[in-house]
């Protein structure tokens, strides 16, 4: 996945652009991103409102774009202002182990990433529960199950080898959360 994302990471960052610009304007604190990728989130956090960007990327081949755009942002993992976990947003533990305390987290992250992960709800959920302040906030950017029939149709159709060359990635996954009581991709 990390060398299909190369080809198509840099153009699908310019086409949300100016939504995940506005989004991540708020972002305070100790930011958990989630599906970290190569870092594009990181180039529209405020580095004077956020004080620790944590990275949660399981494909390690990620791992080395990703510490270079973070540091270019300014963040690093000498002074514990950066921190990249090879772990899923559903590994709340090894999440909690690495920030060393209950609910250490500002803001949540997700920029098209719920869709790879199974039971979404579900994970965000726990996330909130046992990762995040009380006050604290969830911003996300996600492709959603289309309420057209017809492009649903296309979503499902293509789903299972898109899957397969997207790391997971599931074009049929419900993630607008507006499907209340949803277990999340089949």
């Known amino acids: 996945m990390s060398h299909v994302w190369a080809a198509f990471a840099a153009p699908t960052d310019e086409n949300g652009r100016p939504v995940k610009r506005a989004l991540l304007l708020p972002a305070t604190g100790v930011v958990v991103d989630i599906g970290a990728g190569f870092g594009h989130a990181i180039q529209y956090l405020d580095g004077n409102k956020v004080t620790k960007y944590v990275a949660l990327e399981p494909n390690i081949r990620m791992h080395s774009d990703l510490r ?11 002074d514990g202002s950066l921190v990249i976990l090879s772990c899923g947003a559903e590994d709340t533990m090894q999440i909690l182990k690495a920030l060393g305390s209950p609910n250490p987290v500002d803001t949540i992250t997700s920029i098209l990433t719920l869709c790879s992960i199974p039971s979404p709800d579900r994970v965000i959920t726990s996330l909130v529960r046992d990762v995040l302040k009380p006050g604290g906030q969830v911003l996300f950017y996600e492709h959603v199950l289309s309420p057209r029939a017809d492009v649903a149709w296309w979503q499902r159709f293509w789903t299972p080898l898109w899957s397969v060359f997207s790391d997971g990635c599931r074009l ?5 959360f507006a499907h209340s009581g949803d277990e999340g991709c089949r």
């Open 172 to 176: 049929d996954c419900p993630t607008s």
């Open 68 to 78: 270079q755009t973070a540091e270019t942002a300014g963040f690093h993992e000498s």
